[in-house]
């Protein structure tokens, strides 16, 4: 087990469960474009490492011994507006291909809120997979519950906050909320849609690109609809 100071940074899905249909087909088709979402997360979160995906979030870390102080504000800055930015590209291409059910259809109630934490973590390896653990660990995903009434949003954890103030945008918010078995924390939050300083729009998907994820989204979604593949387990908060 190794141990040292870490960045972490969950991106989780809002409105999830209200996306989840009962109906066989809405469901396979949803649990489809969820794991396409997450997975155009992931791969814009440049600089951080996808530690584990947790039903409808993704954890990632990246280290932060050597990192000064201002940077790792940033690099949270940076990524969120990158991968809050791909999700909402692919969010449009799964909400305009040409499947009628819902877990299509709806995907554009979908949202994308981020916490940030940075502290003192331990590395475990088991089966060749790794694990953080620690109560800093335990402490970003609490902050997932809150009170922030904004749909898709980056919540910093106060001692993350503070090495980097100045690289936030000025409407910065402040919350103080109990976490369970932890206690009552500050943590201070800013609207996604102010860190991303891109002017192009989004693109629009032509009716080729339509009909290929109409295509894709199909025969991938049958191993779900047969019962031959598990939907992921809910996200566990520590």
């Given at each position: ?9 969950i ?5 999830y469960?209200e ?6 087909m ?11 979402l997450?997975?155009?997360?992931v ?8 530690i ?14 050597g990192?000064?102080a201002e940077?790792?504000?940033a690099?949270v800055?940076?990524?969120?507006a990158?991968?809050h930015?791909?999700?909402h590209?692919?969010r449009?291409?799964v909400a ?21 934490h ?7 390896t ?20 809150n ?11 106060e ?15 402040e919350?103080?909320?109990?976490l ?16 991303d300083s ?9 009716l080729w690109?339509?009909?290929?994820r ?13 019962g ?11």
């Amino acid at each position: 087990m190794t141990s040292g100071r870490a960045l972490l940074l969950i991106a989780d899905i809002g409105g999830y469960t209200e996306y989840m249909s009962t109906h066989r087909m809405s469901l396979a088709h949803a649990e489809v474009n969820t794991a396409r979402l997450l997975d155009r997360v992931v791969d814009a979160a440049g600089g951080f490492d996808l530690i584990e995906i947790e039903g409808d979030a993704a954890f990632l870390s990246r280290r932060a011994d050597g990192l000064e102080a201002e940077a790792a504000v940033a690099e949270v800055v940076r990524a969120a507006a990158a991968m809050h930015r791909a999700f909402h590209v692919e969010r449009k291409y799964v909400a305009t291909n040409l499947c009628p059910c819902n877990g299509c259809a709806q995907a554009d109630n979908l949202k994308l809120k981020f916490v940030a934490h940075v502290g003192e973590v331990a590395t475990q390896t088991i089966r060749q997979r790794r694990k953080l653990v620690g109560i800093d660990v335990i402490l970003v995903h609490r902050l997932l519950k809150n009170p922030v009434h904004v749909p898709e949003y980056v919540l910093l954890s106060e001692d993350l906050y503070r090495t980097g103030e100045a690289a936030l945008p000025e409407a910065v918010q402040e919350i103080t909320h109990e976490l369970d078995g932890i206690g009552e924390v500050r943590a201070y939050f800013v609207d996604v849609g102010d860190l991303d300083s891109s002017e192009e729009p989004l693109p629009e998907p032509t009716l080729w690109a339509r009909l290929g994820r109409t295509a894709q989204v199909a025969g991938t979604g049958l191993p779900y609809m047969l019962g031959l593949r598990r939907r992921r387990a809910e996200t566990v908060i520590p």
